[in-house]
Every structure is written in structure tokens, then in C-alpha cells.
């Protein structure tokens, strides 16, 4: 009997272990690049918000959850279908949340850690105002909330702000205070330990992108499009986007891009163009990206418009993930961890005109241009919904042709 009861110890000590080194893995690869952008700032006056989610865990799905008083879509895990941890999210209110863990905020050995997505899908499900979130803020601040992250947040009023976060306090930015009218973040806090944390490449990157849109310019698309592929470095002079169809499409070109907005890590993007003041919450739309965003294509959804389309969130991997992940292989084909972050730039494009970018781009597009002649109408809760589906099988179709 005490054989037994030492081996079942053991057992149990080793998986412990085992689900500790997993749980650090992950934790590790969450290096988000965000953007909180006030209507300030915007062509249209309507805040938006961005995240490339970076994390190991590649696999991603959007779901609806119908929960009161909101219901919300939620970017989550694949295998994790409960909505009850969200690492984005837009709800029925038209508030939307997005985080960027923040490394150089203060941590208490012994308080509770990494409980970032149950925060997000709580807020979801309770908050229509980001005043709603300062409050859920504070009344939750204690040594058990788990929480050391920047929480992005924007609502139906206009109002955009970042939440620098821990279990003991918080300091809250809005957009509008900044002389851009956005604020950028990767993985530390401007209240947090100076010259700590992670991110910075990327954040200056995301800096320069957004300095080269003319000041009040700024929209959902070109975020999507310029800035959440881009693979360019903040130090070291990667080829531009206009150069690579110089590049003979025989001759592989390597580039280095984990220090990159779009890395080996980033398994989707999140973005939420929301609606200026007294407009309907409803028309609030979340852009996402499932798979690196180079090999993957934006789909618009709407709270509204229910569950979204199956090519989004059925089976164990989504159909378009899966699709997205397969063609990450071809850019990527290396599966040594320091050798798959090189990308092969004649796959996306080249001379001979074979790469796939040009036509993903083209693709998101003619995307763009349906959803804007869509929602300038009123249309109903079943067009959104017919709507979404039809562009979900348009983006599948189009990644299968892929080879």
C-alpha cells in the first residue's frame, strides 16, 4: 500500500512539473505588439483597437459566447471552448478588450499569476463602458487577482485607454492625452520598472509604421495590412515590402524575424474598428486574423450577427488555422526552434510573380471594400451573419489554392 501510494506521489509530482514547464513555455512566447488609437486620430473618428497575439500557443479560434448582461466574441485557445478565457474581445455593448503582458510591473512572490484571459472574458461578459473596467479594476485588485499586463480597452462612447496592471495597483492612459491620440504597446509598462520588460524592437518598429501615416489618417486597414505583417527590424536593414519581387524565385532569401511585428509566434490578429459616439454598438466590428498574419487573410464579425462561421472555430484545429498553419510551413520550413525563425521572403513574393502576399493583400481588400458598402447600410442581424459566412469560405477558399 505504501508502494503505491509513493508511486501515485511521484506521478502526480512529475506531471505537476511537466504542467509547470509547459504553463512557463507558453507564458514565455506572450509577446503581444498593440495599439490603443483614440477617433482623434483616425480618418473616420472611430477608435480602433489592434494586438498581434503573440504565444505558443498557435492554435486560435473566435466564438461567441451568449452570457448576461452582454454576450461577446472571443479569441481563444482552440482547445479551450468555453469563452470563460478570452485573450481578446468585442461584446454586445461594443466594448472591446485586448492585453500585452507587461514584464517590469511588480510581482509578490506567492500571489497569483497569469489569470490575464479570465480577467478579459469577466469584463466581457459585465462591462459596456471603459469607466465599467476601471471599476472592475479596482474592485478586484488583491493579492489572488493574477494579473501583471497592459489591458487595452475601448466602448461605444468614443473613450480608448490602456490599463497598466498588477495585483496591487493600476494606472490608467487614455489615447486622446497623447500628442498622437494612440498609444503603442508590446511587453512592458511606462509605470513599471524603466528599461525592463520586453519589446522594445517591436515597439519601435510599430512606432515607425505608425509615424509614416499622415497624423489623423490612421484606419483599421492599413494597421491590418502595412503594420500587423510587417517584417521589417527597428536595428538591422530587412528588405522592404517593394523590394521583394526583385528577388529571383529559385534563390531562397532568408531573413531573421523573431525581433519583427510578425514573428514565428504570432498565431493571430485581433482588430476592432469601433463606432463613434451615439452611433449603434452593433455595427462595432472585429477584424481577426487567424495564423501568422503573412500567411493568413481578415475576416469581419459582428456580436450581432451570432456564432460566427464555422470556418472560424470547427473541429479541433479551425479550418482557416489549419489552412493558415499549413502554408506557415512553407515559409517557415525549418522546425529547429532558433532555425524556424528565419522565413524564406520569395515564398510571399518574388520576380516570377509566384508568391502568395500579393494576392492575400489584393484578396483582404475587395474584403474591405463589401464590408464598408455592408455597414454603411442598417443591415439585419441574418445579413451580418450571411454576410460573415460567405467571406470566412472566400478566405478558406483562397488558402487552399496556396501551394
Known amino acids: 500500500m505504501k508502494k503505491r501510494s509513493l508511486r501515485l506521489f511521484f506521478t502526480l509530482l512529475l506531471l505537476s512539473i511537466g504542467l509547470l514547464i509547459v504553463s512557463l513555455a507558453g507564458i514565455e512566447n506572450e509577446e503581444c505588439t498593440t495599439a490603443v488609437v483614440?477617433?482623434?486620430?483616425?480618418?473616420?473618428?472611430?477608435?480602433?483597437?489592434?494586438?498581434?497575439?503573440?504565444?505558443?500557443?498557435?492554435?486560435?479560434?473566435?466564438?461567441?459566447?451568449?452570457?448576461?448582461?452582454?454576450?461577446?466574441?472571443?479569441?481563444?485557445?482552440?482547445?479551450?471552448?468555453?469563452?470563460?478565457?478570452?485573450?481578446?474581445?468585442?461584446?454586445s455593448a461594443g466594448f472591446a478588450i485586448m492585453n500585452s503582458v507587461a514584464y517590469n510591473l511588480s510581482y509578490k512572490q506567492g500571489d497569483a499569476e497569469k489569470?490575464?484571459?479570465?480577467?478579459?472574458?469577466?469584463?466581457?461578459?459585465?462591462?459596456?463602458?471603459?469607466?465599467?473596467?476601471?471599476?472592475y479594476i479596482k474592485r478586484n485588485l488583491s493579492p489572488n487577482m493574477g494579473c501583471r499586463t497592459n489591458f487595452g480597452v475601448i466602448d461605444a462612447a468614443g473613450s480608448a485607454s490602456l490599463f497598466e496592471v498588477h495585483n496591487h495597483g493600476y494606472k490608467r492612459l487614455d489615447a486622446e492625452d497623447f500628442p498622437e491620440k494612440y498609444i503603442i504597446n508590446t511587453n512592458f509598462s511606462r509605470s513599471g520598472e524603466p528599461e525592463k520588460g520586453k519589446g522594445y524592437l517591436r515597439f519601435d518598429r510599430a512606432t515607425t509604421l505608425f509615424k509614416s501615416i499622415p497624423q489623423g489618417k490612421l484606419t483599421h486597414e492599413n494597421i491590418l495590412q502595412m503594420?500587423?505583417?510587417?517584417?521589417?527590424?527597428?536595428?538591422?536593414?530587412?528588405?522592404?515590402?517593394?523590394?521583394?519581387?526583385?528577388?529571383?524565385?529559385?534563390?531562397?532569401?532568408?531573413?531573421?524575424?523573431?525581433?519583427?511585428?510578425?514573428?514565428?509566434?504570432?498565431?493571430?490578429?485581433?482588430?476592432?474598428?469601433?463606432?463613434?459616439?451615439?452611433?449603434?454598438?452593433?455595427?462595432?466590428?472585429?477584424?481577426?486574423?487567424?495564423?501568422?498574419?503573412?500567411?493568413?487573410?481578415?475576416?469581419?464579425?459582428?456580436?450581432?450577427?451570432?456564432?460566427?462561421?464555422?470556418?472560424?472555430?470547427?473541429?479541433?484545429?479551425?479550418?482557416?488555422c489549419r489552412e493558415a498553419l499549413r502554408i506557415k510551413k512553407i515559409l517557415r520550413p525549418f522546425k529547429e526552434t532558433d532555425k524556424a525563425q528565419y522565413l524564406n521572403i520569395t515564398k510571399l513574393d518574388n520576380s516570377a510573380q509566384k508568391g502568395w502576399l500579393p494576392l492575400l493583400l489584393k484578396t483582404e481588400k475587395e474584403i474591405f471594400e463589401k464590408t464598408r458598402d455592408l455597414i454603411q447600410g442598417n443591415p439585419s442581424s441574418s445579413e451580418l451573419a450571411e454576410f460573415e459566412k460567405k467571406i470566412a469560405l472566400k478566405v478558406l477558399s483562397t488558402l487552399k489554392k496556396i501551394k
Not at 115 to 135: P, W, Y
Open 38 to 91: 483614440s477617433g482623434l486620430a483616425t480618418k473616420d473618428g472611430c477608435p480602433i483597437l489592434w494586438k498581434n497575439r503573440d504565444t505558443g500557443y498557435l492554435s486560435n479560434k473566435v466564438i461567441l459566447v451568449n452570457e448576461k448582461p452582454f454576450s461577446y466574441l472571443a479569441l481563444i485557445n482552440a482547445d479551450d471552448l468555453s469563452g470563460r478565457i478570452a485573450w481578446a474581445g468585442l461584446n
Open 115 to 135: 489569470r490575464e484571459g479570465i480577467i478579459m472574458a469577466d469584463s466581457l461578459r459585465t462591462c459596456a463602458t471603459v469607466n465599467d473596467f476601471e471599476n
Open 227 to 320: 503594420v500587423s505583417r510587417d517584417l521589417g527590424h527597428a536595428l538591422l536593414d530587412h528588405p522592404c515590402l517593394k523590394e521583394w519581387n526583385k528577388f529571383p524565385p529559385d534563390k531562397p532569401f532568408w531573413i531573421h524575424a523573431n525581433h519583427t511585428i510578425n514573428r514565428v509566434y504570432t498565431a493571430s490578429v485581433f482588430v476592432i474598428h469601433g463606432v463613434k459616439k451615439g452611433e449603434n454598438p452593433r455595427k462595432a466590428t472585429m477584424w481577426i486574423i487567424l495564423g501568422e498574419p503573412v500567411c493568413s487573410i481578415a475576416v469581419p464579425l459582428w456580436v450581432d450577427a451570432g456564432q460566427p462561421p464555422c470556418p472560424l472555430w470547427e473541429g479541433k484545429t479551425a479550418p482557416i
